[in-house]
């Protein structure tokens, strides 16, 4: 089992800056790819970002294309923590955002690539 937390998520002015975090605790892995997905009010869930360790080093990073230039993932392996630096934030990018982690090769923008799910941090920006 692996358990994910985030945290970091607030209300913001559009404009602004954020950065979510994403703990993980339980089972050990060397090989895996963490994601950050967002839920908006009525709308599906939907892939933000992405990286992937593997080999001992980070050797994926992808991004949907609306955030693209405005968020970064990075990831602190001392810490088990994964980031998502959110910037230029605008009132589109309110949503629940969740992160999650998989384990195997596949379209890491698929929400069936991820097999633990934290429970999501709000994030609203006004205008």
């Known amino acids: 089992q692996v358990q994910l937390v985030e945290s970091g998520g607030g209300l913001v002015q559009a404009g602004d800056s954020l950065r979510l975090s994403c703990a993980a605790s339980g089972r050990t892995f060397s090989n895996y790819v963490m994601g950050w997905f967002r839920q908006a009010p009525g709308k599906e869930r939907e892939f933000v970002a992405a990286?992937?360790?593997?080999?001992?080093?980070?050797?994926?990073?992808g991004y949907t294309g609306s955030v693209k230039g405005r968020f970064t993932i990075s990831k602190d392996n001392a810490k088990n923590t994964v980031y998502l630096q959110m910037n230029s934030l605008n009132p589109e990018d309110t949503a629940v955002y969740y992160c999650a982690v998989g384990f195997d090769y596949g379209d890491y923008r698929r929400l069936s690539a991820y097999r633990y799910w934290g429970q999501g941090t709000q994030v609203t920006v006004s205008t």
């Open positions: 990286i992937r360790w593997n080999g001992g080093r980070t050797d994926y990073t």
